[in-house]
Structures are given as structure tokens and as C-alpha cells.
């Protein structure tokens, strides 16, 4: 039986043979509802284990409250393990003791000295960015468009266009492409085309065909 490719909303959008649907894989935008959680379409994330809330299980310190933004874009790939420790899990590190003793003190927890008066910036994943098994994104991390991140991989800092890295920390280990074909790539974005569009380009896209990618470019 043929399936038309799913829209952004489905929440499982990988069918198997039997014509079921595979509970452990999301299309993030149609089970993330966080009002700090910013995320494109067709981006999806795996587990073994579905949790009933994935924006906690995905990104256990980004609170309702908190300063900094989790920002995924388009077509991501997110593997089984992989967490988001955002800004908001930071202590306060100028003083003489890291210990959060306000949040404890619920009653008069607002202002107190022991809380960060900022928490951090935001994490940002650019469009086909495909994050392996386990992978660990720190506070404040900008992943380019078409990065790699290896299995295991702690990121911080900035990463750019259609690298791959790999590590702990992780470290650039090649770029995908070249300087030329990275900025074609990212004049192209395809990424934003229509569905429609990418699937009938699909071949030159996954095939590297880059002067029929931009023959098909609108």
C-alpha cells in the first residue's frame, strides 16, 4: 500500500511494513507545545523509549520561564539519546559557591543572590543538521545548516555550515564540502521549498547533483 508522504503535523510519520506506525520516531512540531521550544517542519527525533513529554525528555532545563530559546530548524534528524542542555540548567559561577540554595526557597525564590540574573544564550540548530546516537548540545551552541554531529559527541560553541564533527569536546573532523558549494548550497535552501518541489528533486539532492539542483530551483 502506497503513503503519501506525511505532513509536518503527524505525530508518527515513519509506517512500518505492517502498515503500523513507528511510536519511537516524532515529527517534533507535531509533539512540542513549549512556549521556549522553536522547531521546523519535518524535523524529527527517535527513541527506544517514547516518553509521554519529549520536549522534557529532549530538553530536560528548558523551562516555560527560562530566558533562552531551543531553536531547531528544518529536516532534522535527531537520534535516540541525544540531549539539550540548555542554558537554563547554568549556576551561578562568580561567586564563592555554585549552589542554587533560591530554588529551594520557593517562597522567596525571585531575586535571590544564588540564581544567575541571565541565564544564557539560545541553542540553535540551522536546517539538515543530523544529530547520532547519544549526541550532547551545551548552552549556547550554533550548529551551521548540514551538519554532522558522530555518536556521542558533547557540542558547544559554534559549528559551521556542513561540517562534521566528532568528540569530546567535539571538534571539526572534515567539512562535507567545499567553501564554493557550501555558499550554493545555502543560496539554494532548499530546505524551504516546497514538498512537493524537494520530492521530485529528491535524487539531486541526496545525490550531490548540484547544477540540477539549482535547474530546479524556483
Not at 42 to 70: G, I, Q
Request: aromatic share 10%; net charge negative; hydrophobic share 45%.
Amino acid at each position: 500500500m502506497a503513503y503519501p508522504f506525511p505532513t509536518p503535523d503527524t505525530r508518527n510519520p515513519l509506517i512500518l511494513p505492517d502498515g503500523s506506525a513507528h511510536a519511537g520516531t516524532v515529527f517534533l512540531k507535531a509533539v512540542i507545545d513549549h512556549p521556549r521550544f522553536i522547531v521546523g517542519d519535518y524535523s524529527y527525533a527517535s527513541a527506544t523509549h517514547p516518553p509521554d513529554d519529549w520536549a522534557t525528555h529532549l530538553a530536560p532545563y528548558l523551562f516555560p520561564v527560562s530566558d533562552e530559546r531551543l531553536v531547531i530548524g528544518r529536516f532534522c534528524q535527531i537520534a535516540d539519546g541525544v540531549v539539550f542542555i540548555t542554558a537554563s540548567a547554568n549556576h551561578r559561577r562568580d561567586g564563592f559557591s555554585t549552589f542554587p540554595f533560591a530554588v529551594f526557597d520557593h517562597a522567596t525564590a525571585a531575586n535571590r543572590p544564588s540564581l544567575p540574573e541571565w541565564s544564557g544564550p539560545d541553542t540553535v540548530l540551522g536546517h539538515d543538521v543530523w544529530l547520532g546516537k547519544d549526541v550532547r548540545v551545551l548552552p549556547g551552541a550554533r550548529l551551521g545548516n548540514g551538519v554532522i554531529v558522530a555518536a556521542g559527541a558533547v557540542v558547544r560553541g559554534d559549528v559551521p555550515d556542513y561540517a562534521v564533527v566528532a568528540g569530546n569536546p567535539a571538534r571539526v573532523v572534515k567539512m562535507r564540502f567545499d567553501a564554493e558549494t557550501i555558499a550554493r548550497l545555502n543560496a539554494l535552501a532548499w530546505w524551504h521549498w516546497p514538498i512537493d518541489r524537494i520530492l521530485k528533486h529528491e535524487a539531486a539532492i541526496c545525490g550531490a547533483d548540484m547544477n540540477a539542483l539549482e535547474q530546479a530551483a524556483p
